[in-house]
């Protein structure tokens, strides 16, 4: 075909198309060179751009306030949930309740096992109780020839022994040796000060009143009770019931026990089964509701009374504990000030 005359119609809309399709071939040119220039920019940028679209095609892209944001202690320690492959949100740390701490173990209180009954046995230094001693003339050295035991009392400085044991009133030279054992005295060497007694044994020996209260000097700035214990008093006229009994007897120097059953005698008197309780265990106390856990008890009476406390060792008697021994417990503890 030949070319359209110069100036013609035709020659004008062949002019037209090719200013169209130059600027057409300039924006396709514009666009290539413009992905060549993204793509030559390096392959960080690419990638991003990759990434954000095909996370655009599967989930919405969180908000930055919507975003877990790890803390730094579980970056930087790596954290439980990381090694899970887990990316948990940290929690805000909750403290633990407290729970009750252990209540520690107690400490065996040295006091006399319970024995079969009526039958007494010779206690290792670990089973003797503090609160039983032996009672001297002088000095240990003089021999022990009667027992005592430690009683509550306001002033803790009471113990309380048969009336035959000792003297009443201040001239007494007799001393208390509490845990006594073997010619050594633990826990010190007490000085009697004053020794109370009814005037119904002093005057007459009557045997339903062979009991005394001795009060003792402190040692040392302290009383007796605070550093022995103590058992309480009972004068509710027990009559009946298991009592458990330490003494010394006078020809050893280690304490004997036995879990007994005491029993009437009289209206006045106890009795109990034990064997081997000679001389020397005079005064010895009966302790009732006796714990051989705690080594705590009542003290509801003492060897003495008829017979001042029995002919024969197997077989011991003491006063009943009523409101006349109530009485010379008063007497004693407002002696004692």
Known sequence: MGKPEPGSRVERQQAARRRRFRRSTAVTVGVVLGAAAIVGSGTGTDTRLLRILDVSKREPIASSSS????????????????????????KPSVKPS?????????????????????VSQVLTSAQQPAQVGAIFSGSISAGHFCTGSVVDSPSGN??????????????????????????????????????????????????????????????NGHTIESVTGSYTL??????????????????TDEPISCTGSASGFSASQLQVYCTGYPAGTSGSGWIADY???????????????????????DVSY????????????????????
């Not at 003290?299 to 024969?312: A, C």
């Open 291 to 313: 714990d051989p856990t705690t080594g705590s008890g009542s003290l509801v009476g003492v060897i003495g009374g008829y017979e001042t406390g029995g002919n024969t060792p």
């Open 318 to 337: 003491s006063p009943l504990f009523n409101d006349n021994v109530r009485v010379l417990y008063d007497q004693a503890v407002t002696l004692a000030g």
């Open 234 to 251: 009972d004068t509710d006229a027990v009559s009946s019931g298991n009592v458990q009994l330490t003494g010394y007897p006078e020809t």
């Open 67 to 90: 975003r877990p944001r790890a803390s730094a202690s579980a970056v930087s320690s790596g954290s439980q949930s990381a090694r899970s492959g887990s990316a948990a949100e940290p």
């Open 98 to 118: 407290p729970t009750a701490s252990p209540s520690p173990t107690a400490k065996p209180v040295p006091a006399p096992p319970t024995t079969s009954l009526g």
């Open 158 to 219: 009471m113990i309380v022994t048969a009336g035959h044991c000792l003297s009443p009133g201040t001239t007494t030279n007799a001393v208390f040796v509490p845990d006594y054992r073997d010619g050594s005295a633990p826990l010190g060497v007490w000085q009697i000060s004053n020794v109370v007694e009814a005037s119904a044994w002093t005057s007459n020996q009557d045997p339903d009143d062979d009991v005394a209260f001795a009060l003792l000097k402190p040692l």
